[in-house]
Every structure is written in C-alpha cells, then in structure tokens.
C-alpha cells in the first residue's frame, strides 16, 4: 500500500508561486510513475504533470512554461512549483501514484485570486 500526503496549497493573488510537496511512504519513483492532477469545482479530475520512473516528463498545455514537476528520490517527496498562477489554476490538487493501480493523497486546495 503506497500513502501519499500533499501539502503546500493556499491561497495566492495572480502572478504569485507556490510549490506543494507529497511525500510518499517509501522509495517509489524508480517504479512508479507520479503525477499531479487537479480538480476545479463542477469539474473533472485532469492532469496536470507526471514524471516517469525514467524521469520523463509531460505537461498539460495550461501549465506549460509555467509549473515544474521534479521529484527528491532522498526525501521520498515530489514537488510542483508553480508560477505565474492565475485564477484558472484554482483547484484541488492530488498527488497519484501509478503502477498497475492507481494511489492518491488526500488533496491540497489552491486558490488563486484575481
């Protein structure tokens, strides 16, 4: 069983950054593939970034040049920094972990102000 805890979220005008965090409960990323999806309200769950277990990575068209998905094999953590937010970014953001099946984190809101 793979558990995954996201933090980092909170509430940032246009144009500010964060970075969320989600720390898995064990050295996963050579096996698995990661990934941030989010969710708006009313919305579906899409995907945001992902990382192989290679280290490839891909970007939603919405997010490209802006968000940057990276991982720290040391910490057992994934990171995603995020800049030049706007308000479409608003949402809750998940952490996934995949290999075979699917493992999620609880989620972490971000709210983006215009």
């Known amino acids: 069983q793979v558990q995954l805890v996201e933090s980092g979220g909170g509430l940032v005008q246009a144009g500010g950054s964060l970075r969320l965090s989600c720390v898995t409960s064990?050295?996963?990323?050579?096996?698995?593939?990661m990934a941030w999806y989010r969710q708006a309200p009313d919305e579906q769950r899409e995907l945001v970034a992902a990382i192989s277990s290679g280290g490839s990575t891909h970007y939603a068209d919405s997010v490209k040049g802006r968000f940057t998905i990276s991982e720290n094999s040391a910490k057992n953590t994934m990171y995603l920094q995020m800049n030049s937010l706007k308000p479409e970014d608003t949402g809750v953001y998940y952490c996934?972990?995949?290999?075979?099946?699917?493992?999620w984190g609880q989620g972490t809101q971000v709210t983006v102000s215009s």
């Open positions: 064990g050295s996963i990323f050579s096996s698995f593939r």
């Open positions: 996934n972990a995949h290999l075979v099946v699917d493992f």
